[in-house]
């Protein structure tokens, strides 16, 4: 009887801790964000987990909706959608979880020594400008480390227009995502000129824009 109620204990445990869709032979994976410039913020960052591999950008190539979504607004839920198809573990960041200058944010997947991680968040103020991760895969013991660059999605010209940029900087919040087009392609980001509303000098950065550190705690 005793072994029974043992038994019954555990697995109510691990019911518990584990999310409904990740099963009890997955592992934590604890992916911290830091945002390495000096002035601008990322947006709150989706993080996924998954077997295979996810490509959230490509260089040269036209931006999915998804990621247009994500470079415009900082909305992540178009993101979220696309990494379940893909039966990923999904970590999304709260809204008020912006990454300031100078600041961590953690956040937990799910997944098997293996697992790649992606993740994505815009950085503001930029008409569409973001930080992405395709699918590192992860070291089975110790610490993951990699560092991202600043990329246009190419899909809204770079105007430094408050009205054509979201969130509470540097104007007061302005348009999010819109149908404009853009350049048209993924490319490096050119950084901010100050030909608009804001100077280059208050909010420049330089690459790498955020550093990615990732290990398996469970």
């Known amino acids: 009887m005793k072994s029974l109620i043992r038994t019954v204990c555990l697995f109510l445990l691990v019911a518990l801790v584990l999310p409904g869709n990740v099963s009890a032979s997955e592992k934590m994976i604890e992916v911290k964000i830091t945002n390495l410039s000096a002035k601008v913020v990322l947006t709150p960052p989706i993080v996924a987990a998954s077997r295979g591999r996810i490509t959230v950008f490509q260089l040269t190539q036209p ?3 998804a990621l247009e979504m994500l470079a ?3 909305s992540t839920d178009e993101l979220k959608m696309m990494f379940e198809e893909h039966n990923a573990s999904v970590a999304q960041a709260a809204m008020t979880e912006a990454i300031l200058p100078g600041q961590t944010l953690t956040l937990y997947v799910y997944g098997n020594r293996y697992a790649r991680i992606s993740l994505a968040s815009m950085i503001l103020p930029t008409n569409d400008g973001f930080v992405a991760l395709n699918s590192k895969r992860i070291r089975p013991y110790g610490t ?3 560092f991202l ?3 246009d999605a190419g899909t809204e010209l770079n105007d430094e227009d408050c009205g054509n940029i979201p969130g509470p900087l540097p104007c007061g919040g302005g348009e999010g ?3 404009d087009p853009g350049e048209g392609f993924v490319y490096p980001h ?3 000129h100050g030909d608009g509303e804001f100077s280059a000098e208050e909010f420049s950065w330089a690459d790498p824009v955020a550093m990615v550190t ?5």
């Open 63 to 65: 931006a999915s909706m």
């Open 72 to 74: 415009e607004s900082g």
């Open 144 to 146: 993951t480390k990699t």
């Open 149 to 151: 660059s600043a990329y």
């Open 177 to 179: 995502y819109n149908m």
């Open 190 to 192: 050119p950084g901010t």
């Open 214 to 218: 990732i290990r398996i705690v469970k």
